[in-house]
Nanobody, 122 residues
């Protein structure tokens, strides 16, 4: 069974940076695309970023130019580097396996992990 563990969240001032990590077990990580999602209080979970198994990336418009997704297949880990953080980035961040087709990430909807809380103060 696939298991993901997200980490790296915290409290940061607006304009600051954080790097999130997601370690995946129970799957052939190097084959899968991976994605990051976030869910703010009272809102639906939304796509943030995706990365193919070969390193192609896709970012939500709201984070383009500020966030970067990357992966280390040797460590079964996907990262989300978040710069120039804004209060509206405050949310619980989750990772998810996926597939990749024509430059688009599609989630596999494995059971979600606990996520990691990111809070950006103004």
């Amino acid at each position: 069974q696939v298991h993901v563990v997200e980490s790296g969240g915290g409290l940061v001032q607006a304009g600051g940076s954080l790097r999130l990590s997601c370690v995946v077990s129970g799957s052939t990580f190097s084959i899968d695309a991976m994605g990051w999602y976030r869910q703010a209080p009272g809102k639906q979970r939304e796509f943030v970023a995706g990365i193919s198994n070969s390193g192609s990336t896709s970012l939500a418009d709201s984070v383009k130019g500020r966030f970067t997704i990357s992966r280390d297949n040797a460590k079964n880990t996907v990262y989300l580097q978040m710069n120039s953080l804004k209060p509206e980035d405050t949310a619980v961040y989750f990772c998810q396996r996926g597939t990749w087709y024509r430059d688009t990430y599609y989630p596999k909807y494995d059971p979600w992990g606990q996520g990691t809380q990111v809070t950006v103060s103004s």
